[in-house]
């Protein structure tokens, strides 16, 4: 099954799977990961951004937010003033009412998720169907 906002995302029973980003959407901007794919329980996107730009400066009233870069080198500003330069991989995690803005400092676009929550983690609640093994990650992971 597929849904009809989103062709290229596939729905089935309890899931939602875009095969890549551009089933998303395309160009620069914001894709919505939340609406794409039917996340309810936070809100989360991907932006692309080109380089050279930079957002405006913003915070929030509840959520904290993460952002992990996945492509290119951002500088993130705080309200306190400090900049930090975020490499490919590199994460933060920024309060609500955290001033913050993003720049695009490299030479290719940039591509970072941005998940944001209130109210908390909700702990280790994952489990195995009865006569299975649960399996939380490949051989050495902590």
């Known amino acids: 099954m597929q849904a009809s906002e989103y062709p290229n995302v596939t729905v089935g029973e309890g899931y939602a799977v875009a095969a890549d980003l551009d089933a998303l959407g395309d160009g620069y901007g914001f894709r919505k990961l939340r609406k794409g794919l039917g ?50 991989g590199g994460a933060a995690r920024v309060d609500a009412a955290t001033l913050r803005k993003l720049r695009n400092v490299g030479d290719t676009d940039a591509i970072y998720l941005c998940a944001g929550g ?24 902590v």
């Not at 329980?41 to 904290?64: C, L, R, S």
């Not at 209130?118 to 992971?141: F, I, L, M, T």
């Open 118 to 141: 209130k109210d908390g983690y909700v702990g280790r609640d994952g489990r195995a169907p009865e006569g299975e093994q649960r399996v939380s990650g490949p051989p050495g992971a």
């Open 39 to 88: 996340v309810t329980a936070f809100g989360v996107n991907v932006i692309v951004m080109p380089p050279g730009y930079e957002t405006g400066k913003h915070y929030h009233d509840e959520q904290e937010e993460l952002y992990f870069l996945h492509r290119g080198t951002i500088e993130m500003e705080f309200g306190d003033g400090t900049t930090h330069r975020i490499e490919e």
